[in-house]
Structures are given as structure tokens and as C-alpha cells.
């Protein structure tokens, strides 16, 4: 696997090492630059291309959100910051996680695999075909296409731009957020419950306080605010 080039933005020297010694851990992350303030960093992606950015936000001159405003064509966006309540913000600007300090190597490593499993699937680029038949989709993987019966389909989950279909047996991916994909006629059994998962009613085995669990044992969280859409 090609390593995913990176650069960590942070004015506060410790945090700055802090993830820089946590990358190091992980081969797949080539750290092209660390810098103590997001002008700096600005002079590299002129000359490089970047997959990943982990930036502070709150920093003097150019804030994270500023950098990433001027940085928006590179793909992953993971803030690491000691104020929470920016959370809501960073994600109107195309973030795919946010890590609140002091930052933990269990924490990181998740964000990690979240990094893997998003750029894996932007790779791959599969686009979601139009349904031919009332209970069949079809997903265009390379030069063919996959027929997928929509009850065989456990639940749907966003991941940015992208929405992972999963069934018993396998995970797909489609080019479109899930948001459009429960527009679809097709999708009309599915039920969001968290703004990044929707499952199928059927598929409900029993709903917890925070979470519903699948008949097959899968268990999906319930966000605050859709807990309405399980009122049935």
C-alpha cells in the first residue's frame, strides 16, 4: 500500500510531538512537515501533494479553519484541538474527524483506521447505478457491475462523500452521501438513526437507550437527533 503523505500543524510544541511520535507508529503515514503555525505549511502543499492534514485550530495569524478554507482540495481533514465545542464547525468544512486533546494512542489509532478506510474507498471510486427492478440495485465496481438484492442490505453508513452498503456477506461502496442515497425510491425501508448510519426496519432486533441492535448482533448507534425515527 502506498504510505499516505501528511503534515501536523500545531503552535503548542508538546501536542505537536505528541502526534508526531504516535505517526511515527504507523508505516502507512509519511509525514512530509510539522509546523508550529499554518502559514508555514502553506508554502509546502504549493510544491506537494498531501493526502492528510492534523491541525490545531486555535493558532495565531491563520487558524485551522482558515488553513483549511485555503487547503480544501486536500482529501482528509483530522482536527486535534482542546476545544470541544468547535466540533460542529469543523465538520462545515469537510473534516473527517475531530480529536479533542489531550490526545490518547488508542484515540489515534482509530483515526487511523478511519483515515485507511476513507481513502481505500475514494480509491476505489465505486459509483452508484441507477436500480433496474423494484428490489434490486446495481453497483458499478471496476468494469462490472454487482447486483445487490435490496433485502439483503443489513444498513447504510456514511463516510464523507461516500456510503459503504453493507449486506451479510459483503461491503460495497457508492459515490454518493447517504443523505442523497435515502432519497432514492429504493430506500424507502431504510431509517436513519445517526447521522451516519440508516438501517432497514425489519432488521431491528430491539432498540437500547444509545444504540439498536440488528438481528444478526450488529449494533448501530442512535443519534440524539433521530431518536423520533425509531418511534414506531
Do not use: W
Not at 55 to 83: Q, S, W
Amino acid at each position: 500500500m502506498k504510505p499516505y503523505t501528511c503534515i501536523i500543524v500545531d503552535d503548542d510544541e508538546i501536542d505537536r510531538l505528541t502526534v508526531v511520535s504516535y505517526a511515527k507508529k504507523f508505516p502507512q503515514l509519511n509525514i512530509r512537515g510539522v509546523f508550529e503555525n499554518a502559514a508555514e505549511a502553506i508554502s509546502l502543499l504549493e510544491k506537494e501533494t498531501i493526502d492528510v492534514l492534523f491541525l490545531d485550530i486555535d493558532m495565531p495569524n491563520l487558524n485551522g479553519f482558515e488553513f483549511r478554507k485555503r487547503a480544501i482540495e486536500v482529501p482528509v481533514c483530522i482536527y486535534i484541538t482542546a476545544h470541544p465545542e468547535h466540533a460542529v464547525e469543523s465538520f462545515e468544512l469537510d473534516t473527517l474527524d475531530f480529536i479533542v486533546k489531550p490526545i490518547k494512542l488508542d484515540r489515534f489509532t482509530a483515526t487511523i483506521a478511519k483515515i485507511e478506510d476513507y481513502l481505500e474507498l475514494k480509491l476505489k471510486a465505486q459509483l452508484f447505478e441507477s436500480s433496474i427492478g423494484g428490489d434490486v440495485i446495481y453497483i458499478k465496481e471496476g468494469h462490472e457491475q454487482t447486483k445487490i438484492k435490496l433485502h439483503d442490505i443489513l444498513y447504510l453508513e456514511a463516510l464523507k462523500d461516500y456510503t459503504k452498503i453493507v449486506t451479510s456477506a459483503k461491503k460495497h461502496c457508492v459515490l454518493t452521501s447517504i443523505g442523497n442515497l435515502l432519497k432514492e425510491s429504493h430506500f424507502e425501508s431504510f431509517i436513519r438513526v445517526h447521522r451516519s448510519f440508516a438501517v432497514q426496519k425489519q432488521y431491528i432486533e430491539k432498540k437500547l437507550v444509545h444504540d439498536v441492535v440488528l438481528n444478526n448482533g450488529v449494533v448501530i448507534p442512535i443519534g440524539r437527533a433521530y431518536k423520533d425515527n425509531l418511534n414506531f
